[in-house]
Nanobody, 124 residues
Framework: QVQLVESGGGSVQAGGSLRLSCAVS????????LGWFRQAPGKEREGVAT???????TIYADSVKGRFTISQDSWNTLSLQMNSLKPEDTAMYYC??????????????????WGQGTQVTVSS
C-alpha cells in the first residue's frame, strides 16, 4: 500500500517562499507519476505540478509556472519549492501518486493515492 506523508506547510507573507516535502513509501513500480494538488475553501481540487518517476518529465499549472518547482529528490522523497507566493496560493496541498502513469498530468481522476494534506497560507 502506497503511503504519502506531507510536511513543510505553514504561513508566509506574499512574496515569500516555502518548500513542501512528501515522504513516499510502499510503491514499487517504475511507471508512477507523483504530484502536488491543492484545494482552497469552496473550490475544486486542482493539479499544481506532477512529475514522472525516474524520467523526470514534469507539468505545471499555468498559475504556478515560473514560481514553483517540483522535484523527485530521491526514490522516496518528492518536493515542491514554492517561490514568489501569492495570497491566491493559499490552500491545502496534497501529495499524490498515480499508477501506470507514462506521462504526467494534472487531472485528479488519475490519482490512486493521496496524502493527508498540509496547509499553506499566504497573507497579503
Amino acid at each position: 500500500q502506497v503511503q504519502l506523508v506531507e510536511s513543510g506547510g505553514g504561513s508566509v507573507q506574499a512574496g515569500g517562499s516555502l518548500r513542501l516535502s512528501c515522504a513516499v513509501s510502499g510503491y514499487t513500480y517504475m511507471n508512477y507519476c507523483l504530484g502536488w494538488f491543492r484545494q482552497a475553501p469552496g473550490k475544486e481540487r486542482e493539479g499544481v505540478a506532477t512529475i514522472k518517476t525516474g524520467g523526470g518529465s514534469t507539468i505545471y499549472a499555468d498559475s504556478v509556472k515560473g514560481r514553483f518547482t517540483i522535484s523527485q529528490d530521491s526514490w522516496n522523497t518528492l518536493s515542491l519549492q514554492m517561490n514568489s507566493l501569492k495570497p491566491e496560493d493559499t490552500a491545502m496541498y496534497y501529495c499524490a501518486a498515480a499508477k501506470w502513469c507514462y506521462s504526467p498530468g494534472l487531472d485528479s481522476t488519475i490519482v490512486n493515492y493521496w496524502g493527508q494534506g498540509t496547509q499553506v497560507t499566504v497573507s497579503s
